[in-house]
């Protein structure tokens, strides 16, 4: 199954050059969807002329961006040298403290088919 998602430009440059492994996302209605084997077709914002393509090939559920950050290589979300307390304030910026406690968070790690 296909999934559609958007992507500002920073990490969605990540991806395409092979340094983003790991997507994170709010583990919301959309996100319970994904299954391992499944394709995400990445739009760039904000001008959603460019696409790429990625296999599914792990979902780890987490209660807070924070557990998941604690637990996965920064590496692996084109992140080194940020902090934790950085990575989750970046992350509050799109995603609501609120919204993280009803859905709780999902590390989507992905391969690039394009």
């Not at 790991?22 to 583990?27: H, S």
């Not at 696409?51 to 780890?60: A, N, S």
């Amino acid at each position: 199954m296909e999934h559609k998602m958007g992507l500002y430009e920073t990490p969605f440059n990540s991806i395409k050059s092979g340094k983003k492994t790991v997507e994170v996302r709010l583990y919301d209605e959309k996100r319970r969807k994904l299954n391992i084997g499944d394709t995400i077709k990445f739009t760039r914002l904000p001008d959603r002329h460019v696409t790429l393509v990625v296999e599914v090939i792990g979902l780890r559920q987490y209660p807070t961006f924070k557990e998941m950050y604690e637990s996965i290589p920064a590496s692996d979300f084109d992140a080194v040298g940020d902090s934790i307390d950085e990575m989750v304030n970046q992350t509050y910026k799109i995603y609501t403290p609120e919204k993280e406690k009803e859905w709780g968070t999902v590390a989507i790690t992905i391969k690039l088919l394009d």
